[in-house]
C-alpha cells in the first residue's frame, strides 16, 4: 500500500531487526532509521523491511471475524447482568419500601380541668 503526499511516497511496511536492537533517530522530527544499533549505539546491522498491506489486511479480517463470533456472546452477556441488576432494584426497592400505617386505638388528647370556683 503506497500513496504519494506531497513531493514523497508513503508505504505500509513491517520491519524485522535483532531483539537487542533498536532502531536510529531520523533526521525528521518523530521518524526512525532502519539502522539497527545496539544498546551502545553501535551500529549492528540494517532492518529487513516486508509489505505491511498483506499483514494489515489479515489483522483487519481477524478483528472482523472475531468481532462476528464474539458480538453475539457479548450481546448476550450484557442482556444478562441488565436483568441481574434489574432484579437486584427491584429486591431492594421492595425492602426499603414504606410499610402502611395501622391505627390500634384513638385516644382524644386530654383536656385541662375547668377553674373551680372557691367560697370565700
Request: hydrophobic residues 40%.
Amino acid at each position: 500500500m503506497e500513496f504519494n503526499w506531497g513531493d514523497s511516497i508513503w508505504e505500509l511496511m513491517l520491519t524485522k531487526r535483532p531483539s537487542d536492537t533498536h532502531f536510529s533517530q531520523s533526521s525528521t522530527p518523530g521518524g526512525k532509521s532502519p539502522l539497527a544499533r545496539d544498546d551502545d549505539n553501535t551500529l549492528n546491522t540494517h532492518a529487513v523491511l516486508f509489505d505491511g498491506t498483506k499483514t494489515a489486511l489479515a489483522i483487519a479480517g481477524t478483528c472482523f471475524a472475531l468481532g462476528v463470533v464474539v458480538a453475539p456472546h457479548v450481546k448476550s452477556g450484557l442482556i444478562s447482568l441488565k436483568s441481574k441488576l434489574r432484579r437486584r432494584a427491584e429486591k431492594t426497592g421492595d425492602a426499603e419500601a414504606p410499610l402502611p400505617l395501622t391505627v390500634v386505638a384513638e385516644v382524644e388528647p386530654e383536656q385541662p380541668d375547668p377553674p373551680r370556683l372557691r367560697a370565700v
